[in-house]
């Protein structure tokens, strides 16, 4: 699961992505993106609290523990970080405090949510010794604003945190990278988080918590269905379920509709029938190896420099500098 956004998306660019994937030949889907609306992305706050659901914890822990080695393996130099999908930067304040110890630093968090953004700058503008500059913008665009605004001298440091990366397809996720090599220059600096293959008994159950909040997280993508685009989803009609493809090194959430039905959507211009048993495919969370990740930095134009793996949760935490 990826770090929430309380994403805005047009009513017309949320109906004629539901049309496509929901009426489209072979298996259903909806786009992960739509899971995050306010009531998506405030269970999924939750979520991250639930002892089975130890990624999240297992990012924060290694920025706590590691922000000095961190920040201590950048070139000397004038940093500004930009950080991709920031959310409120709660967890990203380990580092900045580190940064910070040494030279004032600019951190542009990059966010499409204006709401996650306020808080942001509200909380992270405290920090000594840091401007915070937010940008309301997507990922590269947002980043590119931020290469473009830099000053003679200065070293992009780019976060991407969280388990995002692995929301991508393999070649989608070493293609995204390239792009953001593509935005900075040689001794600029990315640090990639990404969660690691770890035993399926410790794995699903993160997917499909005993309390049913990731149930419920999932379900609510057809509720938002109803409240805009005025579909009729039974949600008693539909189980959440998560599954592991070995084949793909993935976890998969689907929505499995557990009887026959028509399911009706006014706003999106369209019926989508379902068989007893068929799913909606509504996200997937790719586990890496840790050298993995090394070797798609290389290949998308960075130099692997260190990496740190939690103990506890096997999780890891990627510096690249740009070469």
């Known amino acids: 699961m990826a770090t929430p956004t309380l994403a805005k998306y047009s009513l017309s660019e949320f109906a004629e992505d539901v049309r496509w994937g929901l009426t489209k030949d072979g298996q259903k889907e909806i786009h992960s993106k739509y899971l995050y609306d306010e009531v998506g992305s405030a269970l999924f706050e939750v979520i991250t609290v639930l002892p089975e659901y130890g990624l999240f914890r297992a990012d924060e822990r290694l920025l706590r523990e590691n922000a000095e080695s961190i920040a201590a393996s950048l070139p000397a130099g004038q940093v500004v970080v930009a950080e991709l999908g920031s959310g409120t930067g709660r967890k990203t304040v380990w580092l900045l405090d580190a940064l910070a110890k040494k030279q004032p630093i600019v951190y542009s968090p990059i966010e499409i949510s204006a709401k996650a953004l306020d808080q ?10 840091v401007d915070v500059r937010p940008l309301q913008q997507p ?3 947002g980043l590119l604003s931020v290469a473009a605004a830099r000053k003679p001298g200065e070293q992009l440091l780019v976060l991407f945190l969280g388990s995002t990366i692995g929301n991508f397809e ?3 996720a070493e293609l995204f990278l390239t792009e953001v090599r593509q935005a900075l220059i040689p001794g600029d600096a990315l640090l990639l988080s990404a969660d ?11 997917y499909d918590d005993p309390l049913g909040v990731t149930a419920s997280f999932d379900l609510n993508v057809l509720a938002r269905m109803n409240r805009e685009l005025e579909a009729d989803f039974d949600l008693s009609a539909f189980r959440h379920l998560a599954r592991y493809d070995a084949a793909e090194r993935r976890i998969e959430m689907h929505l499995v509709s557990t009887r026959a039905q028509r399911v009706m959507i006014p706003r999106a211009h369209c019926s989508v029938p379902f068989i007893e048993g068929e799913t909606i495919w509504t996200e997937s969370s790719h586990k890496y190896r840790p050298e993995e990740l090394k070797q798609m930095g290389r290949r998308s134009g960075f130099r692997p420099l260190r990496q740190w793996v939690d103990a506890e949760w096997p999780f890891a935490q990627t510096l690249f500098i740009a070469e």
């Open 120 to 129: 942001c700058s509200k909380e992270l503008g405290q920090l000594h010794n």
């Open 196 to 206: 690691l293959e770890k035993p399926l008994s410790q794995l699903l159950p993160a």
């Open 170 to 172: 393999w070649r989608a």
């Open 139 to 141: 990922y590269l665009d």
